[in-house]
């Protein structure tokens, strides 16, 4: 089993639309969780921490469920500019060592 | 938020040849960069961490001899690819972290490496 799991998609949603991505992982210990945001042929860039208590960041809504070792990305009123791959992170237990997802691909289509 | 910096973006070399990427941390000193490299259609896998003033920690898999790595002082890694072959070609990316233990990765913009 890979340590972070999710779907690649591609998800293609309507703008407007809310999207829902879910990340699981592995490794019960892991202690902090990220959602990042790549653009085509970029580096990726942080897109929201993903805290215990579930965080929103405008559009962005991030839960954390440790019991069942997942975390999830929600985007409401999707505009074209986030079409992306978001790639979920783990800390993978070591100093400052994470563990990237493969990301899942959103294309908002006008 | 932090900068790290990446140089350069874009290689393209000849087989059996030694490629160098610099990786940068333009307004924080980080005793610990990442490599990490990516395929297309992949994850980006973690290939060493960077120890300033020590030697780098790979992961199961990778060559240490094949991929030279030195933190020579708290601003600079570099990673050296050496007697690349086109098996190589990847992206190739640093991140470095706060000091202090914070996990948030700041990611340099990555090097395209084509080896031919």
């Known amino acids: 089993r890979k340590e972070v799991e999710q779907d690649p998609g591609p998800f293609n949603v309507p703008e407007g639309a809310t999207v829902a991505f879910n990340c699981t992982y592995s490794n019960s210990a892991s202690q902090s969780f990220f959602w990042y945001r790549q653009d085509c042929r970029k580096e990726p860039k942080l897109l929201m921490s993903v805290y215990s208590s579930g965080n929103e960041d405008g559009r962005f809504t991030a839960q954390l469920n440790r019991a069942s070792q997942y975390i999830s990305l929600l985007i409401r009123d999707s505009k074209l500019s986030d079409s992306a791959t978001y790639l979920c992170v783990v800390n993978s237990g070591g100093y400052q060592k994470v563990t990237f997802g493969i990301g899942t691909k959103l294309q908002v289509i006008p | 938020g932090a900068v790290v910096s990446q140089h350069p973006s874009r290689v393209i070399c000849k087989s059996g040849t030694s490629v160098k990427i610099e990786c940068r941390s333009l307004d924080f000193q980080a005793t610990t960069m990442f490599w990490y490299r990516q395929f297309p259609k992949q994850s980006l896998m973690l290939m060493a961490t960077s120890n300033e003033g020590s030697k780098a920690t790979y992961e199961q898999g990778v060559e240490k001899d094949k991929f030279l790595i030195n933190h020579a002082s708290l601003t600079l890694s570099t990673l050296t690819v050496t007697s690349a072959h086109p098996e190589d070609s990847s992206f190739y990316i640093c991140?470095?972290?706060?000091?202090?233990?914070?996990?948030?990765?700041?990611f340099g913009p990555g090097t395209r490496l084509l080896v031919l």
């Open positions: 991140s470095a972290g706060l000091p202090g233990g914070q996990e948030t990765q700041y």
